[in-house]
């Protein structure tokens, strides 16, 4: 069935404003309104209706991902032929529509099958109906429509969600009523942009279960989280936080800080976790990304916290009762040339007696054996563990401690930002 332009329809309805005399549309009230609105407008009632449905998407009023609720704004364009209203525009002095009332007139049970509403008919209420002189009806249904919608939280706060309406006829199977779908998207001509979300595409297919004779219309909406306040009230505090928690090490042992600074950066994190878990869904059959990483910077900041219970047993032992192992010695010494830290100062200077006379005499041949000498001397020195203490010991694995943490928390925030970014820019 052809839609009528709605230029056309506004100028025949000027036109009749301007022209027709009330007595004729009264006429035809009287006439073709006969018919009981219950009964289906066919005159063979083995034939079936075909109701053609658009959907029209005025706003997003909000998404709670938490309820997993879509709530928008729209209105349905629905449209089918009533054989029993049709007359001559010529018997009425032109008349080519009117506007009955809309409990006088047919309309079908269309109902949302995913609402989180009371489960009823679309436009119970007063809405109007446009009648056409060759028995085309056109009914506009507006409604607030609250309808579930499965959330994908991976890549939160860069998620993109796809969210529909389930349309089904309520009265009479496919054989009586055959529901079409009049356009392949959702109309967006009066569609309001949401601040929080991005509407990306849309489309609509009509979906017929042969084995159970159930139609129905799916409406479908791609919207994209708009991250901008969360990325900086969240994500931003969390990456800082994470890389100031790695500097608990660099805090001296003398100080009598670490601990507390340790345990101040756990609860931190505790914090944001909870913040984060109240702004997703409680039960979803996907995990977000950043709550994982969130977890893992949150089991980081407990493994920091016994690191720093051990660095500073460590520090305060006593060398004279319980001096340092050989093997642990050893050891620390490796790791010394490890993260390239210097022992003390004590160890690293070695002076050489040579006397003038045999100093301006060496060749440059000389002074290459004695420059291999010094190397080897100062390496035995660095390498040197006699002077080898528990506060040396603890100071080596602080060092440790830092630099590999604060590496591995860079490489995971990048790869995290990296994976968002992608899955941002390809949605």
Request: aromatic share 12%; net charge neutral.
């Amino acid at each position: 069935m052809a839609t009528v332009p709605r230029l056309l329809v506004f100028a025949v309805f000027v036109r009749l404003l301007c022209c027709q005399p009330a007595e004729n549309f009264s006429k035809i009230h009287d006439d073709v309104l006969t018919l009981n609105p219950k009964v289906r407008p066919v005159k063979d009632y083995s034939q079936q209706i075909v109701v053609s449905v658009a959907f029209h998407l005025m706003s997003i009023n909000s998404f709670s991902t938490v309820q997993q609720k879509l709530t928008t704004n729209g209105w349905l364009e629905v449209q089918w032929v009533n054989q029993y209203t049709v007359w001559n525009p010529a018997t009425y002095s032109g008349a080519y529509m009117i506007y009955p009332e809309p409990e006088k007139v047919w309309r079908p049970k269309i109902a949302v099958q995913n609402s989180q509403k009371e489960l009823k008919p679309i436009g119970e209420e007063y809405v109007q109906i446009m009648l056409l002189y060759n028995g085309s009806t056109f009914w506009v249904p507006a409604e607030r429509f609250e309808t579930s919608c499965s959330v994908d939280v991976t890549y939160f706060p860069f998620d993109t969600q796809h969210c529909m309406w389930k349309i089904f006829n309520w009265e009479g199977g496919v054989n009586e009523i055959d529901l079409q779908i009049l356009r392949p998207h959702v109309d967006l001509e009066s569609y309001a942009s949401n601040g929080e979300w991005e509407l990306l595409s849309s489309k609509g297919w009509r979906e017929l279960n042969d084995l159970t004779g159930e139609l129905k219309l799916y409406y479908e909406i791609t919207i994209r989280r708009r991250p901008s306040l969360l990325a900086l009230t969240v994500l931003l505090p969390v990456v800082v936080l994470a890389g100031i928690n790695v500097f608990v090490f660099t805090i001296p042992s003398e100080s009598g800080e670490r601990l507390s600074y340790a345990v101040t950066s756990l609860l931190s994190f505790g914090v944001f976790m909870s913040f984060i878990l109240d702004s997703m869904p409680s039960s979803t059959e996907t995990l977000s990304i950043v709550a994982v990483n969130m977890s893992c910077l949150l089991v980081l900041s407990a493994v920091y916290v016994l690191c720093c219970i051990l660095s500073l047993r460590l520090f305060h032992r006593d060398d004279h009762k319980h001096p340092v192992p050989k093997s642990l010695q050893t050891v620390i010494v490796w790791l010394e040339v490890l993260v390239c830290l210097d022992p003390p100062s004590r160890n690293k200077v070695h002076v050489i007696q040579v006397d003038n006379a045999t100093s301006d005499d060496v060749s440059k041949k000389g002074k290459k054996v004695m420059g291999s000498v010094l190397k080897k001397w100062r390496h035995d020195a660095y390498t040197d563990p006699a002077d080898m203490t528990w506060r040396r010991v603890s100071r080596t694995l602080d060092k440790l401690f830092f630099r590999f943490f604060f590496v591995l928390v860079v490489i995971s925030t990048l790869v995290l930002w990296i994976i968002m970014g992608i899955n941002y820019n390809s949605g």
